[in-house]
């Protein structure tokens, strides 16, 4: 059973940093998409970043380059999202999803979220 499991959410001051995780279970992560979303309230849901596990290729929306890093570890079967520089705006719940075929906005697998607060 395909399964993704974000972690590492929670609370962090305006300018700081958090690394979310999105475990992999039921398969393997070499030969999928794996992508980052988030959905504030009232907002549509929005993708952040996306990598293709088997050649390491990674794409970032403009909302978030230079501020998120993508990174997986396969031994892990684990994928990551460094978030610095946070600010208000990054509050949201984030999900992770997985792909056999490319990065897209309907992705076959997605996790339930883990929620990040960007609050003083």
């Known amino acids: 059973q395909v399964q993704l499991v974000e972690s590492g959410g929670g609370l962090v001051q305006p300018g700081g940093s958090l690394r979310l995780s999105c475990a992999a279970s039921?398969?393997?992560?070499?030969?999928?998409?794996i992508g980052w979303f988030r959905q504030a309230p009232g907002k549509e849901r929005e993708g952040l970043s996306c990598?293709?596990?088997?050649?390491?290729?990674?794409f970032y929306a403009s909302s978030v380059k230079g501020r998120f890093t993508i990174s997986r570890d396969n031994a892990k079967n684990t994928v990551y999202l460094q978030m610095n520089s946070l600010n208000p705006e990054d509050t949201a719940v984030y999900y992770c999803?997985?792909?056999?075929?490319?990065?897209?906005?309907?992705?076959?697998?997605w996790g339930k979220g883990t929620l990040v607060t960007v609050s003083s």
């Open positions: 999803a997985a792909d056999p075929r490319s990065c897209n906005r309907s992705m076959d697998y």
């Open positions: 039921g398969f393997t992560l070499d030969h999928y998409a």
């Open positions: 990598i293709i596990t088997s050649d390491g290729s990674t």
